[in-house]
């Protein structure tokens, strides 16, 4: 039997997760458009408290190319991925080159570079709202970047592994284009530390909601 702690949080405190995470993909989307100039939405922000069962078929078809970057907040195991299909990730690189899309391209290293660019500065705005909101200082380290493929949705690659962990929570918002097609994803993993502080701020912790049902005699 699995020794990994399952998270059981309630719906109010998956709310104020969503809450966080919601504002912070609307900062990341704001800078990627400023990034590629064209218009990156955002789709309904989820909060997820069991294990990612397998590779969403939106990352990609079975055999094509996928980019995950990762970058870590904090030493309590907080981190942030970002998620982009093959194709998705040559069309925003060129997009941020100012240089025609030719669809199926393969990636490139100058590819890699530009996504650990666009990367880190949609991340750190991402994290400049949740930060603010909590009173706390968030220096991420540097994002780190994997191009892998797809040929089994069970097998995750080494780098995004971890949201196999039933020890996980995910803050997942999906980027999406004008049309509502997908084009990429956050999701954003806090650890204990953060979890807490937000709980205490949205005065849904226990010990909150402790003294509030004590106000009512319950």
């Known amino acids: 039997m699995s020794s990994e702690i399952v998270n059981e949080l309630d719906e109010l405190q998956m709310d104020a997760l969503r809450e966080i995470g919601n504002v912070g993909a609307s900062h990341a989307s704001t800078a990627l458009t400023q990034l590629v100039k064209t218009d990156i939405l955002i789709d309904v922000t989820e909060c997820r408290v069991m294990p990612m069962p397998a590779l969403p078929n939106r990352f990609g078809e079975l055999g094509s190319l996928f980019a995950t970057l990762k970058i870590n907040i904090d030493s309590a195991g907080s981190c942030i991925y970002m998620v982009f299909p093959g194709d ?37 705005r991402y994290l400049v709202p949740i930060a603010k909101f909590l009173s706390i200082e968030i ?28 020890s996980v929570v995910r803050v997942e918002t999906n980027f999406v284009d004008t049309k509502k097609r997908f084009q990429g994803a956050i999701i954003f993993a806090p650890g204990k530390n953060i979890q807490a502080l937000t709980f205490k701020r949205f005065g849904v912790d226990a010990e909150s909601q402790a003294a509030m049902m004590s106000k009512f005699g319950l």
């Open 88 to 124: 998705v990730a040559t069309y925003l690189s060129d997009l941020l080159l100012s240089r025609p899309h030719k669809p199926g391209r393969p990636m490139t290293e100058q590819d890699r570079e530009v996504l650990v660019e666009m990367g880190d500065i949609c991340i750190r």
């Open 139 to 166: 220096i991420p380290n540097s994002p780190v970047v994997s191009i892998d493929r797809i040929t089994d949705r069970m097998k995750f690659p080494a780098l995004i592994s971890p949201l196999r962990s039933s």
